[in-house]
């Protein structure tokens, strides 16, 4: 598979565009996005990204961003799994993101669109 970096990060919840702000949310694990077209461009298979709102009004609706599937320091696989994982991964690193399931993270959204993976402060 090429170096395809896919931006659709769209911020749609159960198929509703979220508001622009912060969200907590339960990652639930990846799932692959079977290749498609947007904005008239066919795109490579990429990565879903699943998480649940767990906390405000916008609780229990699902998140699910789509990512190329090559993660690098300057594409949106990269950030996001650095997100999830809390770190870049060193190149070749082999990361095991099952013990990530169930994990709250903070989601940022912006014009439609998640511009943003966070682990929460520790409490």
Do not use: H
Request: charged content about 20%; aromatic content about 6%; glycine content about 16%.
């Amino acid at each position: 598979m090429g170096d395809v970096m896919n931006m659709t990060m769209q911020a749609e919840a159960n198929g509703e565009r979220l508001p622009d702000g912060s969200y907590y949310a339960i990652y639930r694990g990846n799932e692959t996005s079977p290749a498609r077209e947007f904005q008239g461009k066919m795109l490579e298979p990429g990565v879903r990204w699943n998480f649940d709102v767990s906390r405000g009004p916008c609780k229990g609706k699902r998140i699910g961003p789509i990512t190329g599937s090559v993660p690098k320091p300057n594409t949106a696989c990269g950030r996001t799994l650095a997100g999830v994982i809390g770190r870049m991964p060193s190149v070749g690193e082999a990361v095991n993101l099952q013990q990530c399931v169930g994990g709250e993270y903070i989601i940022a959204v912006s014009g439609g669109k998640v511009t943003g993976v966070t682990q929460p402060p520790a409490q």
